[in-house]
């Protein structure tokens, strides 16, 4: 018996009187398949959710990236529940943001120090600010489909966004060395800093791995040419490498940006940056009402221990290579061509022979009203509360979902 | 005796190793009084923190705004964990984004619709997006010593900052309705929005309430020249009035920014609109990981349903009053002139005749070595937690600081 959804859409009812969109953001409907996905959840644990229908989920999306021990994790949650019996947003910082930025320093490759918000993109834009404030120069050298936020100079939003938001960005297709040092020696002293992720996580398109030379490379260009190189590891962060996806893919940014599954759920984020750095960011005015508060940063301190004491991206890449190789295998089994791609802890499924996602859509929408929660279009994640009978059990859906596509659509 | 900071100082050369500043942002301690104030807290209750010496404080600074009903609240910190158990940061949306945004709706007076985010200045960023995209214009007008966050736009940062990221800014005097008639007949279809605090909270100088027209005019220049009137009320928002200080002073903005209290301390924020704004609002994109957080949702309710309980303005303005009206009649009996200026729930007090705040940093240090935080140049927050008692200990205290002062100063 397939999933129906009628307290979502009563509830959705309701929200679109109140809310813009209704849900907005990254958690709209319209991103997932409309009919097909639950609007609201109710309860979380471990790798499942319950929605408002009381339909339950194995979830792939883990938050969008968060949740990386298990939803409401005892110890995490512990953490957070005693520091904050004893106060967490105060007048004065609290003794543990120096035993976070210790841990940060010595957990993260290439940090030297470390400073502490709450969006991601909060230390995205911390960033900019940092490489013009230490070259003294404007622009910033982005890549196509990068994601690092919704601010205005980010360019996921369209609509109210003046030309001066965009004036200092130049783009450039992520993992082509040659387009930046094209860059690089048309604008020499006037590029401040080059941000790109540490792999190519776009939406709607596969995912990619930088090719061996690549950041090497982009390192070398970013030294001879005095360019600060900024590595957001928002989405990637704690999942390839505690010590950073950049020393994952052998090579140290000048900055680098954490948030999402450094505390389990809890809103935090990090910048932490090389010595150079760091009389630029002592002269800067970066603040935020709530980016002292210690609950948030003792959950951060107990999610790195337990990923560390448990050794997080192992799990992750055992388990997400045991989903990836089972949907393989089993698209194969059907006669169907799939693509995976990235790194099997963020893993992300197409159909080979089609660009318009409609065998994604039907793909993803049987899973979800089947109880696997996956999306057509976005990659996924795996959490180190999914485990083997898990994904067995995952598996046996998606055979299901396979059978629907091959039904439809033929091979 | 006097208060020693021996462990703060300690932990702040750690801190200096692997912080930035030691500790920065609206906390570091190059804004208080180096040698009197405390650098790190280890517990906070009620209206009091003690810090890593074991000082204890009666706290007038309430984390910069947001601990409106008392630190370690039981009640708000119950609903918190509560809806934790069952996770927070999730893969869709929870159900209790609806009830907060119906909530919002309808206890502040100019909100048909809400957003949520963190940050007060993800709301402050996102109103810029939303006047913008509203009128098809550009430029924003700000007042002078206006604070709005710290991000390039706010101006609260000098190091980093491009020419593009303040060109669509246009700054005017507080208050002087003179000076926006003449920006507005100058510039007028080029004004998309006009950002105002409800009355004027700089630092380093007296704070000013509106003049009886003057947000009306606001208003109606705003309307005949289609302009967006956005309120920032993210640091007075739910101390004088729960309807929004907008609806405090008279008026009805189209755009108003909520924070800092809203939660007691969890870190959330909200945009609300009225309805004229709503489908720019249904047309942008903005996003953030953890926005729709549901453990911070379930503190804003308990909050908001506790301050309506005890109609926490009413309580903090008494209080506000008492303090106030005490530290001037001690200020008189020492033949000292202190200027004490906003609404009590959010006073400042300074010395009438200097401007170098020498005075108020000698009186604010010695209030600080004897248990009373407050600030020398930050406008200071009463809680509904400072009981008279408390507020009579704080008196007993300011009088041996004025005493010092004049011993010091002379009158």
């Known amino acids: 018996m397939a999933y129906t959804f009628h307290n979502s859409k009563e509830l959705f009812r309701r929200a679109a009187r109140v809310i813009p969109q209704g849900i907005y953001g990254h958690l709209t409907p319209v991103f997932t398949v409309p009919g097909s996905y639950p609007y609201f959840g109710a309860k979380a644990q471990g790798c499942r959710f319950i929605d408002v229908d009381g339909n339950e989920y194995i979830d792939y999306l883990c938050a969008y990236g968060p949740m990386i021990l298990g939803y ?21 910082a609290p003794a543990l943001c120096v035993e976070l930025a210790e841990r940060l320093v010595a957990t993260i490759d290439c940090a030297d120090w470390a400073l502490f918000a709450k969006n991601g993109a909060d230390t995205t834009s911390i ?10 120069r404007n622009k910033i050298v982005l890549a196509h489909d990068g994601y690092h936020g919704s601010q205005p100079w980010a360019g996921t939003n369209t609509v109210g966004i003046t030309p001066a938001d965009r004036s200092d960005f130049i783009l450039m ?28 996580h776009p939406v709607f398109a596969d995912q990619r791995l930088p090719e061996k030379n690549y950041f090497s490379e982009i390192r070398s260009l970013c030294d001879r040419y005095g360019i600060v190189l900024i590595i957001d590891d928002i989405r990637a962060g704690w999942r390839l490498d505690l010590k950073g996806s950049a020393h ?60 560390e004491r448990i050794d997080a991206p192992s799990i992750l890449k055992e388990r997400g290579e045991m989903l990836v190789q089972g949907l393989q295998d089993l698209a194969s089994s059907h006669g169907l061509h799939v693509t995976v791609s990235g790194p099997p802890a963020m893993p992300f499924m197409r ?7 409609m065998r994604s859509q039907l793909f993803c929408g049987e899973c979800a009203r089947n109880g696997v929660f996956f999306h057509p279009h976005h990659n996924w994640f795996l959490s180190t509360a999914h485990t083997k009978r898990d994904i067995r059990q995952t598996l046996d859906v998606a055979d299901r979902a396979f059978k629907a596509v091959k039904k439809h659509f033929g091979e």
């Open 173 to 200: 297709p992520w993992g082509d060395i040659d387009s930046f040092k094209g860059l690089v020696e048309k604008y020499q002293d006037e590029i401040a800093g080059v941000m790109l992720t540490p792999y190519h």
């Open 72 to 92: 409401a994790h005892k110890k995490i949650d512990q953490a957070y529940y005693a520091q904050v019996k004893n106060g967490t947003c105060t007048s004065v």
């Open 351 to 357: 159909f080979s022979n089609e660009t318009n996602f």
């Open 127 to 136: 960033a900019l600010v940092l490489a013009r404030g230490y070259t003294a």
């Open 248 to 307: 994952y893919f052998g090579f140290k940014p000048d900055l680098a940006c954490f948030s999402k599954a450094m505390a389990n759920g809890y809103p935090i984020s990090a910048i932490v940056g090389s010595e150079k750095m760091r009389i630029t960011a002592s002269k800067t005015y970066a603040a935020g009402t709530f980016w002292f508060n210690s609950g948030e940063m003792a959950a951060a301190l107990a999610c790195i221990d337990e990923m």
